[in-house]
């Protein structure tokens, strides 16, 4: 059983890492912020009061996430492992997780993705992604060949409700504030934090860097 979560500020290339990871092990890829912008999408489970927290770039109850992710956690699916993206976010999260865990007998391991602050701004608000088909691009360090415009089906990009300046600035206070502790709390009561330095390496150097670290 392969239980991994990968931990980091927003911008801090969680997402990417775990795209990469997920296909190289097989194991699923659980985003709580991927799992509610699909279930606004759809219209079904998330209502408007949690639609409206994510605009603003506040953190969504507990239970709701809680529930959600203990769902996912239950199929078939992730009975070999999982790769934890955006989860747990709150100190609450974090020992609900534990309590997951420990009830049958797994172990995490944690990856701190660690990111320098004005990196993270520059890629939050360079960050484009294609509506069809979802590719991510950043206007400083991965533009698309056709400003705007998808390199694979030429589809105009679009930028993330949440990726305006205002609500970003409220998401790395979000981070701050109420994530930032669970990583103290993980290193203390839970044992197994990697550091990774992913500030300037390009998303492949740092997947083998997180390779290497999962291999020890
Ligand atoms: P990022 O890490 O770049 O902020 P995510 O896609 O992980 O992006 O999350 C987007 C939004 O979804 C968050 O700002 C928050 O509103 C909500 N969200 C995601 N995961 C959680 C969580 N574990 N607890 C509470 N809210 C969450």
Known sequence: MKAIVLFG????????????????????????????????????????????????????SDQVVEAMVEERLGRPDAAKGFVLDGYPRTLAQARHLAGWLEGRGIR???????????????????????????????????????????DL?????????????AVIRQRLDAYEGQTRPVLEYLRTARGRVVEVDASNDPPESVYRKIRQALEN
């Not at 912020?33 to 408007?48: H, S, W």
Request: hydrophobic residues 35%; aromatic residues 2%.
């Open 9 to 60: 500020s927003p911008g801090s290339g969680k997402g990417t890492q775990a795209k990469l990871l997920t296909e190289c092990l097989g194991l699923p890829h659980v985003s709580t912020g991927e799992m509610l912008r699909e279930g606004i999408r759809q219209g079904a489970g998330v209502d408007a009061a949690v639609a409206a927290i994510m605009h603003a770039g506040s953190l969504v």
């Open 108 to 150: 995490e391991v944690v990856i701190h993705l660690a990111v320098d602050y004005n990196i993270i701004i520059a890629r939050l608000t360079g960050r484009r992604e294609c509506p069809r088909c979802g590719t991510s691009y950043n206007v400083a360090f991965h533009p698309p060949k056709v400003d705007e415009l998808c």
């Open 153 to 165: 089906d030429g589809e105009k990009l679009a930028i993330r409700e949440d990726d305006r300046e």
